[in-house]
């Protein structure tokens, strides 16, 4: 079973609006990271956001923040306001402490239109 | 700043071949990994290595070794490359495997095996 969904392959929004990407996970540590990764063109891998299972507020990083719903597994992220610059590939991964490293998702193609 | 470099943005190698793929960090991680990146799978783990000249295999080993001499570099080799190893590569390093630990990449190489 996959350990983490995305469930959008591609998604579009136009400029200055808002855009919620979505990431379903599947656990059964009760301690554990969510993070999201953004991926240009470039290819570079560029840390955007993280979440622990036992934060208690959701996380926000400028325009960035995460809706964590932990009774549904879900923690999806949501740009505000989005700009040209965020078109890209987004991943959402997890970190367990029963596995040494992340756990990526498929991934989601942003594309943000004039 | 986290620093994490890798030898070449593109390569072409012959079927065979032996290939060399060499990942730098600045920032005295104990943590080094290899993913391989490929459309429709997001990132997939090869090897990691968690101090020097200790190692341990990913999801997707084969056809790979790696080489951790010194705690900086991390190798990633391809023995007999082949066309299905054709490829984004990224290396990641990590200051540790706790849960909020997050993973600094570097800019990725894209091999192509002819």
């Known amino acids: 079973a996959q350990k983490i969904t995305q469930t959008q392959p591609g998604m579009f929004v136009q400029e200055k609006e808002a855009v919620t990407l979505d990431c379903t996970y599947d656990?059964?540590?009760?301690?554990?990271?969510l993070f999201w990764y953004k991926q240009p063109s470039s290819g570079e891998m560029i840390f955007l956001i993280y979440q622990g299972s036992y934060d208690q507020q959701n996380a926000t990083e400028g325009r960035y923040s995460l809706n964590f719903q932990k009774a549904r597994k879900s923690a999806n992220l949501v740009i505000s306001a989005s700009q040209l610059g965020d078109s890209a590939m987004y991943f959402c991964a997890m970190r367990e402490p029963s596995y040494s490293t992340l756990t990526f998702g498929k991934g989601t193609m942003l594309l943000v239109s004039p | 700043d986290v620093k994490v470099t890798q030898s070449s943005r593109y390569l072409v190698k012959r079927t065979g071949e032996k290939v060399f793929l060499e990942c730098v960090q600045d920032?005295?991680?104990?943590?080094m990994f290899w993913y391989r990146q490929d459309p429709g799978l997001g990132l997939r783990l090869i090897y990691f290595s968690y101090d020097v000249k200790m190692k341990e295999k990913g999801d997707i080993p084969e056809g790979y070794s790696v080489s951790r001499e010194k705690k900086e570099r991390f190798s990633l080799i391809l023995e007999s490359a082949s066309t299905n190893q054709t490829s984004m590569y990224l290396c990641?390093?990590?200051?540790?495997?706790?849960?909020?630990?997050?993973?600094?990449f570097g800019p990725g190489t894209r091999l192509t095996v002819l």
């Open positions: 990641a390093s990590s200051p540790g495997l706790a849960v909020y630990n997050e993973q600094f």
């Open positions: 656990t059964s540590d009760p301690s554990y990271g």
């Open positions: 920032m005295d991680h104990e943590n």
